[in-house]
T-cell receptor, first 110, second 117 residues
């Protein structure tokens, strides 16, 4: 069964820093991997989706990479801003299921 | 216009009651989902419907029953509520069924916070 882990569970950085969030999964047989953002009391917003055949996707200050063979994905956030403060979740699509990680709670300090 | 909407946003009820949460999507998607997010923020899929047919039914108590009157709606009915049912329930939708859809993005509703007293 697929297990998705995110490290660290919480991260606090000063504004302007670049940072990396990590996601690992145990079964490399995936269709895609998706990164979401969840604000307190809100639903999830999709940030980036990487197909299994791709190695990375970029959107603005966000860059997500995927290494299927090692079961890892990273979300790189450049020049962090206080508005980036949220919980970031990765989700793996296995073809018949979505498996979510437990998330990384990010705080960007002004 | 809200893509995926849920009602109510908050639900507080007594143990033993029966309640329903409604979900609607206006994206024209074929597949809808219900997720439960516990107090530790862990999201777990409960049900998935594709074109009004159940395609995923994870191990949830049979007190939970999804109902899909049409492709745009997937409601969640819960009988005999228990304290452990307290959580945030999210509805989501995607364009295609899970199998073989490598480009599929899920769109989530805002969540329903259920508190069972």
């Amino acid at each position: 069964k697929q297990e998705v882990t995110q490290i660290p569970a919480a991260l606090s950085v000063p504004e302007g820093e670049n940072l990396v969030l990590n996601c690992s999964f145990t079964d490399s047989a995936i269709y895609n991997l998706q990164w979401f953002r969840q604000d307190p009391g809100k639903g999830l917003t999709s940030l980036l989706l990487i197909q299994s055949s791709q190695r990375e996707q970029t959107s603005g200050r966000l860059n997500a990479s995927l290494d299927k063979s090692s079961g890892r994905s990273t979300l790189y956030i450049a020049a962090s801003q206080p508005g980036d403060s949220a919980t970031y979740l990765c989700a793996v699509h296995t073809g018949n299921q979505f498996y979510f990680g437990t998330g990384t709670s990010l705080t960007v300090i002004p | 216009d809200t893509a995926v909407s849920q009602t109510p946003k908050y639900l507080v009820t007594q143990m033993g009651n029966d309640k329903s949460i409604k979900c609607e999507q206006n994206l024209g998607h074929d597949t809808m989902y219900w997720y439960k997010q516990d107090s530790k923020k862990f999201l777990k899929i409960m049900f998935s419907y594709n074109n009004k047919e159940l395609i995923i039914n994870e191990t949830v108590p049979n007190r939970f029953s999804p109902k899909s009157p049409d492709k745009a709606h997937l409601n969640l009915h819960i009988n005999s509520l228990e304290l452990g049912d307290s959580a945030v329930y999210f509805c989501a939708s995607s364009q295609e069924a899970l199998q073989g859809a490598s480009t599929d993005t899920q769109y989530f509703g805002p969540g329903t916070r259920l508190t069972v007293l």
